[in-house]
Each structure stands twice: as structure tokens, then as C-alpha cells.
């Protein structure tokens, strides 16, 4: 009877490679995707010194025409008080305070919660009266924190 022997290796044996080639590629479109997607806003935007001015001194009063808007709807056209809420009522006290004609600037300056239609109440009067130019007034944030 002849004995088979088993022979086990007993050797080095091959060590596990790591495979970079997909993990730099993975790393590359990160990396475009990245480059892209960023915003590069200092490159964006236009540097700008305003000059500076007396405003109050070169403001032409004569064509402006303020109409303010209180909270509850009210109007008021360079701070006389408007009898009516209608658009034929604020159409005339426009037209009569436009004492620049048709080139006089409406500025609308409305109460914070005043009603959505009394301010286009104000637009459609001031189109009416034929006067095209409108701005709105604001309050700038430091002076409606006093």
C-alpha cells in the first residue's frame, strides 16, 4: 500500500493589489464636476466707487408728486388728503399736482402693510393722468431698525 502524501504550499503568498486606475478616475470627475459647479463671485461682480453728492441740494421738487399710502388704504397726494378711494378721485388730485406735466415723477410711498390694490390704484391713476414715470419709496434697513 503506497501512502499518497498531500503536499500543502507553505510559501508566500501573493498579497492583495488595490486597483488606484477607478479611484483616481472617480476623483477626477468629482473633481471637474466641482470646478463647474462652483461660483466664482468675486470675478462676477463689478467694483464700483459712486460718486458722491448733496442729494437734497439737486433735487428737482417741482416734478416730483408723492403719494403716500397709509395702512389702511388711504392716499395722500403731496400731503393733502384725498376725499375718495377711487381711481377717478386719486387720477385727479395727480393731475393737479403735477406741476411738471408729463414729465413729473410719481413716487408711491406706501405703508409696509397697506393693501395690494391701493398701490395699483396709485399706478393705474398715475397711468390715467398720464404720467408714465413711477418709483417706489423704501426705507433702508438701519433706519427702519429706529
Do not use: W
Amino acid at each position: 500500500m503506497t501512502r499518497a502524501r498531500m503536499q500543502f504550499r507553505h510559501g508566500a503568498r501573493d498579497e492583495p493589489e488595490i486597483n488606484l486606475i477607478p479611484f483616481i478616475d472617480v476623483l477626477l470627475v468629482i473633481l471637474i464636476f466641482l470646478m463647474l459647479s462652483t461660483t466664482y463671485s468675486k470675478f462676477t461682480e463689478m467694483q464700483l466707487r459712486l460718486p458722491t453728492a448733496d442729494v437734497d441740494a439737486q433735487r428737482d421738487y417741482p416734478k416730483e408728486v408723492i403719494v403716500a399710502v397709509s395702512a389702511d388704504g388711504r392716499y395722500s397726494v403731496n400731503k393733502n388728503a384725498v376725499a375718495d378711494r377711487s381711481v377717478e378721485t386719486v387720477t385727479a388730485a395727480l393731475a393737479a399736482a403735477a406741476t411738471g406735466g408729463k414729465d413729473s415723477v410719481v413716487i408711491i410711498s406706501a405703508d409696509a402693510t397697506s393693501p395690494h390694490q391701493a398701490v395699483v390704484t396709485v399706478m393705474e391713476a398715475a397711468r390715467r393722468a398720464g404720467l408714465m414715470q413711477i418709483t417706489f419709496a423704501a426705507q433702508s434697513t438701519a433706519q427702519a431698525g429706529h
